[in-house]
């Protein structure tokens, strides 16, 4: 048997979102409803009641582990998603390409991604790559441009330690703040912040007489003068899904951080052709690429983020209009394509994103399973609404296990 989860990034809502439905609700969804008809649906906390989660989080959980035992921060999945080889003692970090005025010894935050620049970045990711910290022996860094403003940051060297806050102001005319160990941080914290600290000053002396950057300044543009580093994190410790349950599976994902939750997680990474990850990302060939998967692997985990993108941007209406296209494109070519007779599929978000809101929300998200062995409940459409009735109730994480169940792919628990 197969077995495919298709996470549709930040895919719930609440009944605010569009004249009193969500968006799911008010979306033209034939093939998702068609699969509702055939399956059974539930109610999912991605990590627990109340809990709001981050998108890294919700990820593990969803997968299975408990990210309160395994989660050591974000940047190390943003650094393995982007094909950075992080090694044991390597601290990584999510970074923002960001434009600042100087102020004194320090810097005011114009601008946290630079006007979401288009191009240039590698150019600017190899001057950073370049610089050699003077404060902090033995240090070395390692920076690499993702899309538009967003990059990838190692430390690595000898005692250093992810127990330190961030650089990231996250508003607007703040002053960007100096990195500090964290409470009862010993030696390894105090020099991992030295070297921030001096890394971000040296960032802006390097981009700031950058000639994109002077080219930028001349058009009226916002230069991306400094670097912003948040999410400080280790390798985690994390046993591989194929020595848990015996199978072998992909993550095909167009954003960083999705690929490297499923490399942590042991997965092998496959690229779709025009996967952006955005409102523009090609998702035919993303289930052309998970067809093409399953004639090898047990399993591919399919993650899309449009629909997470369109929440955080507060515009119901662009929500809506990817989840059609979703369905359309991606859902309805695999419903055509599959061995319904040998594949089990679920389809679930990682966390509910209101329009009104524009970010991660408490709320449970819908889940949906179809397969030979579901048993189908009563459901006839796909939505937060059918689900809340569903045969499947309302659980906490562990979407991928209750996937691989049906399988029969789950070892059994005690004798």
Known sequence: MKAILIIADGLGGRPRDAGGKTCLEAARTPSLDALAARGALGLVDPIGPGIRPG????HLSLLGYDPHAVYTGRGVFECLGMGMGVGPGDVCFRANFATVERMGDGFRLLDRRAGRIASGQEDLARALSGIRLKDVSGVEVEFQASTEHR??????????????????PHE??????LARPTLAAGEGARRTASALNEFTKRSFEVLEAHPINRARAKEGK????????????????????ESLYGVRGAVIAGGALYRGVGLACGMERIDA?????????????????????????????LHVKGTDTAGHDRKGPA????????????????????????????????HTTPIDFGDHSTDP????????????????????????????????????PVLFGYNNWNPKFGS
């Open 151 to 168: 990059g990838a940051f190692i430390l690595r060297g000898k005692g250093l330690s992810r127990h330190v806050t961030e650089t990231d």
């Open 55 to 58: 998108s890294d989080t919700s």
């Open 273 to 301: 052709p025009g996967a952006t990850g955005g409102l523009d990302t090609d998702l035919r060939s993303k289930a052309q690429t998970t067809l093409r998967a399953l004639e090898r692997l047990d399993y591919v985990f």
């Open 365 to 400: 998200v819908p889940a949906l399973f179809v397969g030979p062995n579901v048993l189908p409940d009563r459901a006839t459409a796909y939505s937060e609404r059918e689900a809340a009735y569903g045969g499947l109730g309302r659980w906490s994480g562990r979407v991928l």
């Open 172 to 177: 607007v005319g703040a002053v960007v703040p």
């Open 319 to 350: 929500k809506v209009a990817f989840i059609e296209r979703m369905d359309a494109e991606l859902v309805g070519l695999l419903v055509a394509e599959l061995d319904w007779d040998e594949t089990h599929l679920a389809l679930t978000g990682d």
């Open 222 to 241: 916002p230069p991306a003068n400094v670097v912003l580093l948040r999410g400080a994190s280790d390798l985690p410790r994390i046993e591989s899904i």
